[in-house]
């Protein structure tokens, strides 16, 4: 990790055993859809996987908040995002997660950078603290200029029923029901029989695997649409 501490730019970036990481998980992910699943499926999950794991391999994971240009950068591999500090409503920190709401468009989040239990084991910092207070300041400043110049602030319409902790919600529901409907789909078409008896030990594992998070993820995505209720998380701003 390497922060710069220049007071117009600041700079995170992810521990080099992360980049490892994603290659490894990578490599995995490639063989066991190359081997476990039909090519119309496998093939392209494959080329996703490793284009992703390279991705991160090569160009890392970095957090940029430049002060002078009034910009947050978000990097995760092949994905790229920039946000300007007066488009941000709010800066949540949960744990190791930051996420960044903004006037226009959904919540972006990403952790920084620990994620699990592997990621502790591998000595893998926590840093999500430091970044959120860094892009709470910038945006408290960003958004105090107009009044401190005298120009008029504007303020996004509002929407009746539509609360940014509503909005969040309703795409952490989306987000997961998608993805369990896609690991049920997948489950359903894993090759469980094979000559070999540790393979088809291995493919029925998988198969449950992906049934029984698919089917969770359905139901919880499900839920959360149904009640709207979104993460506890502490406000920065």
Known sequence: MRHNLCVSREQWRAPFVLRVKSVAASAVGVTIVLVFFPRWFGIPVAVLLGASGLGTAVL?????????????VLRMGLIARRIRFT??????????????????????SLYAWRRGPLDALLGVPVVASDIGHAIASCVALAQAAPATEGAPREEPPARPG???????????????????????????????????????????????????????SFLIGFWILLTGRAPQASHLT
Do not use: Y
Request: net charge positive; charged share 15%; proline share 1%.
């Open 87 to 108: 488009d941000v409503t709010a800066v949540l920190v949960d744990q190791a997660k930051v996420s960044v709401a903004r006037v226009k468009g959904g919540e972006i």
């Open 162 to 216: 539509l609360t940014p902790a509503r909005v969040r919600s309703r795409l952490s529901g989306t987000l997961l029901g998608g993805w369990g409907l896609v690991a049920i789909l997948a489950a359903l078409v894993v090759r469980v029989h094979w000559d070999n008896t540790a393979l088809t030990v291995l493919g029925v594992i998988i198969a449950l695997a992906l049934g029984v998070s698919g089917l969770l």
């Open 60 to 72: 890392g994971r970095t957090v940029v908040v430049d002060r002078a240009a009034g910009l947050l």
